[in-house]
T-cell receptor, first 115, second 114 residues
């Protein structure tokens, strides 16, 4: 069965500092990988996704993520964090072929930005 | 255009009662998903519809949970004999095509069972 691990429950960074949120997945086949962001009272918003091709993926709001098959990782990065980035971030994996279409989410990383 | 909408936004009920949660997907999206998000957790898959039929209901926790999508658009998640452990945010998502497409999420319904 697929699983997603986000080892950092909470992360605090200063505004303007760089950010990296970790995500490791376990999946028996080629996965689709996603990062979503959830602000209080808001639905999940897709930041970026990886299906195939270039392993460095650019997303919205200046975020990027790198797929590393050898490490089963899909870490999210941002060079300079803005106060408005404070939110909860979820990594998710879905099937590339076969199976259902459900996404399996990690437990999330809560990002706090200090001004 | 309009996104995924869910009603009600909040629902408080008593243990043992029946509740219905509604999801209006983005127009034209054929795939619809229900997830449940408990406090401090990521969303957990419940059920997936392709058109009117439930293509995968493997995430429904037990037979108290049931969902329908009779006309291939609006979906209703139904919970019978609610228990306190059912308290969570229930999220609905839709996508244009079933596989590999971005799932667009609604704001969720917060269910509290007293």
């Amino acid at each position: 069965a697929q699983s997603v691990t986000q080892p950092d429950i909470h992360i605090t960074v200063s505004e303007g500092a760089s950010l990296e949120l970790r995500c490791n997945y376990s999946y028996g086949a080629t996965p689709y990988l996603f990062w979503y962001v959830q602000s209080p009272g808001q639905g999940l918003q897709l930041l970026l996704k990886y299906f195939s091709g270039d392993t460095l993926v650019q997303g919205i709001k200046g975020f990027e993520a790198e797929f590393k098959r050898s490490q089963s990782s899909f870490n999210l990065r941002k060079p300079s964090v803005h106060w408005s980035d404070a939110a909860e971030y979820f990594c998710a994996v879905g099937p590339f072929t076969g199976g259902g279409n459900k996404l399996t989410f990690g437990t999330g990383t809560q990002l706090k930005v200090e001004l | 255009g309009a996104g995924v909408s869910q009603t009600p936004s909040n629902k408080v009920t008593e243990k043992g009662k029946y509740v219905e949660l509604r999801c209006d997907p983005i127009s034209g999206h054929t795939a619809l998903y229900w997830y449940r998000q408990s406090l401090g957790q990521g969303p957990e898959f419940l059920i997936y519809f392709q058109g009117t039929g439930a293509a995968d209901d493997s995430g429904l926790p037990n037979d108290r949970f049931f969902a329908v999508r009779p006309e291939g658009s609006v979906s209703t998640l139904k919970i019978q004999r609610t228990e306190r452990g059912d308290s969570a945010v229930y999220l609905c998502a839709s996508s244009l095509l079933p596989r590999g497409n971005e799932q667009f999420f609604g704001p969720g319904t917060r269910l509290t069972v007293l």
